[in-house]
């Protein structure tokens, strides 16, 4: 699942095209998303509507519009956002199309229609988003990301640090890949309880998550199985992972043998050694 430097990567890769252009059409595929939007419904309300930004929250990419609705897109388990020449054939798994006054053709494909597709008319917009916010987590990058907010909200809670950090209602946009390199890098073992951690060790950790996000962000994402950027180009970060993925291979930083174990359904690669097990 694209996690959030492959979101934020989409997102730098169609701003500067789509900003300032207009929609001139819209279209769906009758194949239901996680969450769909009818042709109807875009066209009632972005047909003649200008792009002015994007913003990402959480996975989630906020198209705003001139006029004030918001077109909210997640990626899923495998959607890719591309822009294509007017003239491109649609693909089996293409699920929306935006044509625009450039054009260009913005495209969601997903293969495995966990996307979601949501629009915010302009007079609901702000209620919508208010509402929607406050049900997704902390943004590791921004201002609220701090030890004495995080220590506050692991206060009694027993669950494994690897769960807590991948709640994308307490933290959002980290999933299995990033949570296994932020606690490699920052020498916390993954089944620690939440609650155990003191206000050092948050430090740290946000420390750990902000360089390898950004880190990520910089490298075009992680291309594990089928992860493509706006222009088609696949990611990078793949190729400075630490313990992800790495059965049988040993710690990059002391040798030990890393080890693998199943926590909340989700392969989790730690060092026994740099990473040892809270008593």
């Known amino acids: 699942m694209p996690e959030l430097p492959e979101v934020e990567v989409t997102r730098r890769g169609l701003l500067p095209a789509v900003a300032g252009r207009v929609v001139q059409a819209a279209w769906t595929s009758r194949l239901p998303l996680r969450a769909t939007v009818s042709a109807a419904r875009l066209k009632r309300h972005l047909l003649g509507g200008r792009i002015v930004g994007i913003d990402r929250r959480a996975k989630y990419l906020l198209f705003r519009f001139a006029g004030g609705a918001v077109l909210v897109l997640h ?130 950790l946000i420390h750990e998550s902000r360089r390898i996000l950004e880190a990520a962000i910089q490298a075009g994402g992680a291309t594990i199985a089928d992860f493509l950027g706006a222009d088609g180009h696949p990611g990078y970060f793949q190729l400075q992972l630490q313990v992800y993925g790495k059965s049988g291979e040993s710690c990059p930083s002391c040798g030990t043998p890393l080890s693998h174990t199943v926590l909340a359904g989700r392969s989790t690669w730690f060092c026994p050694h740099c990473q040892p097990r809270f008593r």
């Open 75 to 204: 990626l899923g388990m495998s959607g890719k956002l591309s822009l294509l020449p007017a003239a491109t054939p649609r693909r089996r798994h293409d699920h929306l199309e935006l044509a625009l006054d450039s054009g260009q053709l913005m495209r969601l494909n997903d293969a495995r229609r966990f996307g979601a597709v949501l629009l915010w008319p302009a007079k609901d917009a702000a209620t919508s988003e208010q509402a929607f916010s406050a049900a997704e987590g902390l943004e590791p990058l921004g201002p609220d990301f701090t030890a004495e907010t995080l220590l506050a909200l692991a206060a009694e809670r027993q669950t494994p640090l690897k769960s807590f950090l991948m709640n994308s209602r307490l933290i959002a946009g980290i999933g299995n890949i990033y949570a296994n390199e932020i606690l490699f890098a920052a020498g916390l073992h993954p089944e620690r309880p939440a609650a155990t951690l003191q206000a050092p060790d948050w430090a740290g």
